[in-house]
């Protein structure tokens, strides 16, 4: 396993192609707006080193028998997937932020089990591929980027069906040795901190999308792939070095839109090429995985959240009034309700035909559903308590001007437990998780990240069976028709 030193050392070696606010840059290390999104990844490195956590973060490879980090990790039991919920709740918590290495972990899962169906029906060998794949990011502890979202043009139409056929990626030429791809996969999670990018299709295809159903792996370096940096609300705060204003003083999370322009695959990368019938499977295992994720990661970004509305309000001296305490109650039940979904839906899982354990698909759709409800109301609970004055703060710098830091020391202490620096911190990690850069996090993401609320719905509806549900209300009403 690599330390967090050596991950940095890993991704500072290759030559990616970014562009961040409008200029090239050949790594995300040392450039500021995105060290923060790399320490995160860090973070899943150096807790595998952190003797209190081994049993969450190492497990051993089923495929080699080597010790490895847990997100590189085929589950092999539910209590492998009820461990992976609590591994991200504990990041989240570690973080605050998108450690945005879970995409990788969930793609991984789901593709080795699709590549093993795909072969048993057809007699292709993409597991061998696959595995081939996953034992070199095992031993080499590699971060990878699940990339699944494609910009999909008008949303009425197939892929095949596109004015321009680049809308979703696909096979421009193929030649003996591989395949040539051009595309885009958009909001990708840490891209630019991954050393690999497993490439899946993203939605349910025909036989004329043929050349659309491609799922490959290739490193995020390769020659013709370009990342382009998302913008995220107050990103530019990350800019300011060592201020109190940024919120979150060490971590954040970044996406990317990713450019595929002509890039080769070899063929011993391809681990689905032109199988339309599993495109929909693949997707919604992955999608499933990850809807499992956010049942542990944001119910730990959610118990940083609570802890900084509680220590808000021990700021202001109003922690034993009864409504606090109860918006605090309240907070708590919503975070432990999506903690329970995260770990239910991993109890209920099952063995796939490939050995490698899913989900608790109804579940973990229920799971994802919440998640874009709860954290939209643990966020306005917190800035309930918090106060207007999260967003009437005077800059940080006022801290430093001889004029105007007697009138803050003065005008904005509270209770004396807390420095009135302190009591900006801790306003300023509210106002980064509600309303800044965390946000995007905490509850864009929580929208619509592992897909907008509607795909849950449907899955729900999919995985419900109503028809049993009726057969029980007519066997109870006596009912024989
Ligand atoms: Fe992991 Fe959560 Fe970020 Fe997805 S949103 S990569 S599950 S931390
Ligand atoms: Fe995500």
Same mark, same amino acid.
């Given at each position: 396993?690599?330390?967090g030193?050596?991950?940095i050392?890993?991704?500072?070696?290759?030559n990616?192609?970014?562009?961040?606010?409008?200029?090239?840059?050949?790594?995300?290390?040392?450039?500021?707006?995105?060290?923060?999104?790399?320490?995160?990844?860090k973070? %899943?490195?150096?807790?595998?080193?952190?003797?209190n956590?081994?049993?969450?973060?190492?497990?051993t490879?089923h495929?080699?028998?080597?010790?490895?980090?847990?997100?590189t990790?085929l589950?092999?039991?539910c209590?492998?997937?009820?461990?992976k919920?609590?591994m991200?709740?504990?990041?989240g918590?570690?973080?605050a932020?998108?450690?945005?290495?879970?995409?990788?972990?969930?793609? /991984?899962?789901?593709?080795?089990?699709?590549?093993?169906?795909i072969?048993?029906?057809?007699?292709?060998?993409?597991?061998d591929?696959?595995?081939?794949?996953?034992i070199?990011?095992?031993?080499?502890?590699?971060?990878?980027?699940g990339?699944?979202t494609d910009?999909?043009?008008?949303?009425?139409?197939?892929?095949?069906?596109?004015?321009?056929?680049?809308l979703?990626?696909?096979?421009v030429?193929?030649?003996?040795?591989g395949?040539i791809?051009?595309?885009?996969?958009?909001?990708?999670?840490?891209?630019?901190?991954?050393?690999?990018?497993?490439?899946?299709?993203t939605i349910?295809?025909?036989?004329q999308?043929k050349?659309?159903? /491609?799922c490959?792996a290739?490193?995020t370096?390769?020659e013709?792939?370009?990342?382009i940096?998302?913008?995220?609300?107050?990103? %530019?705060r990350?800019l300011?070095?060592?201020?109190?204003?940024?919120?979150?003083?060490?971590?954040g999370?970044?996406?990317?839109?990713i450019i595929?322009?002509?890039?080769?695959?070899p063929?011993?990368?391809?681990?689905?090429?032109?199988?339309?019938?599993?495109?929909?499977?693949?997707?919604e295992?992955?999608?499933?995985?990850?809807?499992?994720?956010?049942g542990?990661?944001?119910?730990?970004?959610?118990?940083?959240?609570?802890?900084?509305?509680?220590?808000? +309000?021990?700021?202001?001296?109003?922690?034993?009034?009864?409504?606090?305490?109860?918006?605090?109650?309240?907070?708590?039940?919503?975070?432990?309700?999506?903690?329970s979904?995260?770990?239910?839906?991993s109890?209920?899982?099952?063995k796939t035909?490939?050995?490698?354990y899913?989900?608790?698909t109804?579940?973990?759709?229920?799971?994802?559903?919440?998640?874009?409800?709860?954290?939209?109301?643990?966020?306005?609970?917190a800035?309930? /308590?918090?106060?207007?004055?999260?967003?009437?703060t005077?800059? +940080?710098?006022?801290?430093n001007n001889?004029?105007?830091?007697?009138?803050?020391?003065?005008?904005? =202490?509270?209770?004396?437990?807390?420095?009135?620096?302190?009591?900006i911190?801790?306003?300023?990690?509210?106002?980064?998780?509600?309303?800044?850069?965390?946000?995007?996090?905490?509850? %864009?993401?929580?929208?619509?990240?592992?897909?907008?609320?509607?795909a849950?719905?449907?899955?729900?509806?999919?995985?419900?069976?109503?028809?049993?549900?009726?057969?029980?209300?007519? =066997?109870? +009403?006596?009912?024989?028709?």
């Amino acid at each position: 396993m690599m330390t967090g030193s050596e991950y940095i050392e890993s991704i500072k070696c290759l030559n990616m192609n970014i562009y961040c606010m409008g200029e090239k840059i050949n790594s995300a290390v040392n450039h500021p707006l995105l060290q923060p999104s790399l320490n995160s990844v860090k973070a %899943t490195y150096d807790l595998a080193f952190d003797p209190n956590y081994q049993e969450l973060m190492v497990t051993t490879s089923h495929l080699t028998g080597h010790k490895i980090n847990r997100f590189t990790s085929l589950h092999q039991s539910c209590d492998d997937l009820i461990k992976k919920v609590k591994m991200q709740r504990l990041l989240g918590q570690k973080t605050a932020s998108c450690f945005q290495r879970c995409v990788g972990m969930d793609a /991984i899962n789901a593709v080795y089990s699709t590549a093993y169906d795909i072969d048993a029906k057809k007699g292709t060998s993409y597991l061998d591929n696959f595995k081939k794949f996953v034992i070199m990011c095992q031993d080499n502890d590699l971060t990878v980027d699940g990339a699944m979202t494609d910009p999909k043009g008008d949303r009425s139409l197939s892929p095949h069906q596109q004015s321009d056929p680049d809308l979703y990626l696909h096979i421009v030429k193929r030649c003996t040795d591989g395949v040539i791809v051009r595309g885009a996969k958009m909001h990708q999670t840490g891209a630019c901190n991954s050393h690999e990018i497993l490439v899946m299709p993203t939605i349910s295809m025909k036989e004329q999308d043929k050349a659309y159903a /491609i799922c490959f792996a290739v490193p995020t370096d390769s020659e013709g792939i370009t990342m382009i940096i998302g913008r995220q609300s107050c990103d %530019t705060r990350k800019l300011e070095e060592n201020s109190i204003d940024t919120g979150n003083c060490k971590y954040g999370g970044v996406e990317a839109l990713i450019i595929f322009n002509d890039v080769f695959v070899p063929n011993e990368r391809i681990f689905m090429n032109g199988e339309t019938e599993y495109a929909g499977l693949l997707v919604e295992r992955f999608a499933g995985y990850h809807r499992q994720s956010y049942g542990g990661c944001k119910v730990g970004v959610g118990d940083v959240l609570i802890g900084a509305s509680a220590l808000a +309000a021990e700021s202001n001296g109003v922690e034993k009034s009864s409504h606090i305490k109860d918006k605090l109650i309240e907070m708590t039940h919503l975070n432990e309700t999506l903690y329970s979904c995260g770990i239910a839906c991993s109890c209920e899982g099952h063995k796939t035909c490939s050995g490698v354990y899913n989900i608790n698909t109804l579940l973990a759709n229920v799971c994802k559903q919440n998640v874009t409800r709860f954290p939209y109301e643990i966020a306005r609970l917190a800035q309930d /308590i918090s106060g207007g004055l999260m967003v009437t703060t005077p800059y +940080a710098q006022e801290l430093n001007n001889p004029i105007t830091e007697p009138y803050i020391k003065k005008y904005l =202490s509270a209770t004396s437990a807390f420095s009135v620096e302190d009591r900006i911190k801790i306003i300023r990690l509210i106002e980064n998780l509600t309303l800044g850069s965390a946000a995007v996090g905490y509850l %864009t993401e929580s929208m619509h990240g592992a897909g907008s609320p509607q795909a849950q719905r449907i899955m729900i509806s999919k995985h419900g069976n109503l028809e049993s549900k009726k057969n029980m209300a007519k =066997s109870i +009403a006596n009912i024989n028709s």
